[in-house]
């Protein structure tokens, strides 16, 4: 198993533009969910999915979108970035959702917007 | 979200010594779950201990002991024969059971050999 995957790794980007953050697992997991990491306050939930076809907004879900087609990928769109949307970004995964799983973090991207 | 607090940015430990990490938090709720992760240089979210409320028992994993004082609303992290490979950030994480987690700022473990 490949387990979380993001893409890409890192990403600079000039205010205004659009991308997607992409997130893939490959371990039939249900719930995932997206954060985002800033210095000196942790992560914040953005979005999250407990299954295909059904989204919900976190902590911080202004100026990004999600959506969830397959079971596998959890993609992550900045419809136009802005430079407070500079961040690490966490893609994470866990089978049910139940705080009694086992969550796995991707390894994260690294965003900037200029 | 409920509120998370790591009120020590950066502890340092010698190699093989002790050092605990405090973390408060505050919640109107009985039933809930804790966490510690740590986040190597790597930015890899690792989970190192998992803690229920309502299970009086403190977690332990290995070299990794929590205390945990449900009525102070208190959780923390004891790191005992403390090894090269902790140095890292630490946070600590609140949830209700759904895994939607509000973290603590973190603290910078550095171990010195």
């Known amino acids: 198993n490949a387990g979380v995957t993001q893409t890409p790794k890192f990403q600079v980007l000039k205010t205004g533009q659009s991308m997607t953050l992409q997130c893939a697992q490959d371990?039939?997991?249900?719930?995932m969910s997206w954060y985002r990491q800033d210095p000196g306050m942790g992560l914040r939930l953005i979005h999250y999915?407990?299954?295909?076809?059904?989204?919900d907004q976190g902590e911080v879900p202004n100026g990004y979108n999600v959506s969830r087609s397959t079971t596998e990928d959890f993609p992550l769109r900045l419809l136009s970035a802005a430079p407070s949307q500079t961040s690490v970004y966490f893609c994470?995964?866990?089978?049910?959702?139940?705080?009694?799983?086992?969550?796995?973090f991707g390894p994260g991207t690294r965003l900037t917007v200029l | 979200a409920q509120t998370v607090t790591q009120s020590q940015p950066e502890m340092s430990v010698q190699e093989a010594e002790t050092v605990t990490l405090s973390c408060t938090y505050d919640t109107s709720e009985s039933d809930y779950y804790l966490f510690w992760y740590k986040q190597p240089p790597s930015r890899q979210m690792i989970l190192v201990i998992r803690?229920?409320?309502?299970?009086?028992q403190n977690a332990t994993e290995n070299r990794f002991s929590v205390n945990f004082q449900k009525a102070a609303k208190s959780f923390s992290l004891k790191i005992s024969d403390s090894q090269l490979g902790d140095a890292a950030m630490y946070f600590c994480a609140y949830s209700l059971n759904d895994y939607k987690l509000s973290f603590g700022a973190g603290t910078t473990v550095t171990v010195r050999a």
């Open positions: 371990m039939n997991h249900e719930y």
């Open positions: 803690q229920e409320a309502y299970k009086q």
């Open positions: 999915s407990v299954g295909a076809g059904i989204t």
């Open positions: 994470a995964s866990s089978y049910s959702g139940s705080s009694t799983d086992t969550q796995y």
